[in-house]
């Protein structure tokens, strides 16, 4: 888990009118030379803390999604490591870790349970590409439900953490679900549905060109029929959803470039920031091991549904940008600025 820690760790510039977003749009470089949406009208770009900056905990293992839970701790899960100091003594595909304190002095304290852990390095062993904490419920997405790096299935522990049941279905047809985080337990949402995303395919190292978004009601998380499925915007901005996964349709295109991502709500901008990494070029062992080079994009939009515009884009960052790129909205400022 990697953060860059300053009295402000990342400015967000407001804009009134359209503004360039900070990009990279070296030429010769395929679909995803350039933002594939225009600028946001609404922030003018990310200012970052120093390299030097950074904070690093939870060496040796990667993904790090995270969610504010109602007791006031940061939840996450890492993969293929061994977690937070002290370190668990055996590797684990899917490893559960509570945080507490501020960017600038937080502390992981990794959380033992047979019910969730999981072996088995890369494609053989269960991982967490979402977590959600709903009503003091802790909702994860696992991937490589198959065990070959594909499918998603659905986990939930009402006890922080301690135990966990796990739904009897899955999506065959996705296979990087995460989930839509809001306020601290999931306050602020903007209504009584709880949101989800993968890109658009089963395996969780093939990139799509399209990202499809699903809902379901907070009360009935659980239930695969209670899920829809997002199909199109109409001329009022408004969505259209179906119970039926094949009627699914593009919440956000981009071609060849759509894998892991993290989206979160900035209450005080009232924007969903989208963090989606770049995936490596055809022809790569692992095209989604963002770890230690690569880009990313950060986007944004009004709903979770859109319509999408950039903030940030570049090919190459200034170190590796990790494979899971988050902003917690309980180290968020009251503005949305920092």
Same mark, same amino acid.
């Given at each position: ?27 010769? /470089? ?87 852990? /999981? ?160 995936? /490596? ?58």
């Amino acid at each position: 888990m990697n953060w860059r820690t300053l009295p402000g760790i990342v400015v967000l510039g407001l804009v009134n009118g359209l503004s360039g977003a900070a990009a990279d749009k070296t030429e010769g /470089q395929g679909a995803t030379a350039s933002p594939p949406y225009p600028p946001s009208p609404v922030i003018a770009g990310i200012q970052w803390a120093p390299l030097e900056s950074i904070v690093r905990r939870g060496q040796g293992s990667d993904n790090f999604p995270l969610t504010w839970s109602d007791d006031d701790a940061l939840y996450t899960t890492y993969g293929d490591g061994f977690g937070f100091k002290p370190f668990v003594p055996k590797k684990l595909s899917l490893g559960l870790v509570r945080i507490t304190g501020a960017p600038d002095d937080f502390q992981g304290v990794n959380l033992r349970s047979e019910s969730i852990e /999981q072996y088995g390095g890369g494609r053989r062993g269960k991982k967490a590409w979402g977590i959600l904490s709903v009503k003091g419920v802790l909702y994860l997405w696992l991937g490589h439900a198959d065990r070959k790096g594909a499918q998603a299935q659905l986990a939930w522990s009402k006890d922080h953490g301690r135990t966990w049941s796990y739904a009897d279905w899955r999506l065959a047809e996705l296979g990087l679900v995460g989930f839509v985080n809001f306020g601290k337990d999931y306050a602020g949402a903007r209504d009584e549905y709880v949101y989800a995303y993968s890109h658009d395919g089963p395996r969780a190292d093939g990139p799509a060109d399209r990202f499809v978004l699903m809902r379901v009601p907070r009360e009935r998380i659980t239930e695969r029929g209670a899920w829809q499925f997002f199909v199109r915007r109409d001329e009022k901005n408004r969505p259209v959803w179906s119970d039926d996964f094949h009627q699914r349709g593009a919440v956000f295109e981009h071609r060849d470039a759509c894998l892991r991502s993290a989206i979160t709500y900035n209450a005080g901008l009232g924007r969903y920031l989208w963090w989606q990494a770049i995936p /490596q070029p055809p022809g790569h062992k692992d095209r989604g091991d963002t770890r230690f080079d690569g880009g990313f994009g950060i986007y944004d939009a009004p709903e979770p549904w859109g319509p999408w515009t950039t903030v940030y884009f570049t090919r190459k960052w200034d170190t590796g940008p990790g494979e899971h790129g988050d902003f917690p909205s309980k180290w968020t400022s009251p503005d949305g600025r920092t």
